[in-house]
């Protein structure tokens, strides 16, 4: 099965800092969506994204669905201690709506430096 | 509550044994899924039902079975055919077909083949 591109693989930042992720793909999607996973946990649903160009924040996160409809990124301003874990991106393929299949990104590890 | 509830949350088997894993919801999703995840890798489908009585292979189904008898449960069998069955499995539902398929996840169960 696909995987989409997730970049980058892992960050280290220290406390305050914002952070940059994306996906990306050679594919279309309908639907994009940001989940994050603490260790030993399953994945949380942070962002859904629906169509091309829409920005959504949550509280100190901001997802946005490439014009193009091949890409996704997320941001995360003033990082805090709670926001270390593994972020990653979720689509769901053009060709796939009506299948309920998702493909997922390979994750981005964030770590916060003290 | 509502939510996905995975047990157990470790197990342990030993070569050459079937194991089956338990997925619960209570959040009237009509689709469920099972995935496996590795260290430093995405999320791998395994199988997935969108309604009762029905299934379909994900992108890793040989050496798993499943069943869906009732709309609550998804239960995964790891069976001996499995060639590398030790990793964190994650089971997911979401609401029906007409959705743009936001996945909720379960707290997943790790299984270690000793």
């Known amino acids: 099965g696909q995987q989409l591109n997730q970049s980058p693989q892992s960050m280290f930042i220290q406390e305050g800092e914002d952070v940059s992720m994306n996906c990306t793909s050679s594919?279309?999607?309908?639907?994009w969506l940001w989940y994050k996973q603490e260790p030993g946990e399953g994945p949380v649903l942070l962002i859904a994204l629906y169509k091309a160009g829409e920005l959504t924040s949550n509280g100190r996160l901001t997802a946005q669905f490439g014009i193009t409809r091949k890409d996704s990124f997320l941001n995360i301003s003033a990082s805090i201690p709670s926001d270390v874990g593994i972020y990653f991106c979720?689509?769901?393929?053009?060709?796939?709506?009506?299948?309920?299949?998702?493909?997922f990104g390979t994750g981005t590890r964030l770590t916060i430096i003290p | 509550d509502g939510g996905i509830t995975q047990s157990p949350k470790y197990l342990f088997r030993k070569e050459g044994q079937n194991v089956t894993l338990s997925c619960e919801q209570n959040?009237?999703?009509?689709?469920m899924y099972w995935y496996r995840q590795d260290p430093g890798q995405g999320l791998r489908l395994i199988y997935y039902s969108q309604i009762v009585n029905d299934f379909q292979k994900g992108d890793i189904a040989e050496g798993y079975s499943v069943s869906r008898e009732k709309k609550e449960s998804f239960p995964l069998t790891v069976t001996s055919a499995q060639k590398n069955p030790t990793a964190f499995y994650l089971c997911?539902?979401?609401?029906?077909?007409?959705?743009?398929?936001?996945?909720?996840f379960g707290p997943g169960t790790r299984l270690t083949v000793l």
């Open positions: 594919s279309i999607f309908n639907t």
């Open positions: 959040l009237n999703h009509d689709a």
């Open positions: 979720a689509g769901q393929l053009e060709h796939d709506f009506g299948n309920e299949k998702l493909t």
């Open positions: 997911a539902s979401s609401p029906s077909w007409s959705s743009y398929n936001e996945q909720f």
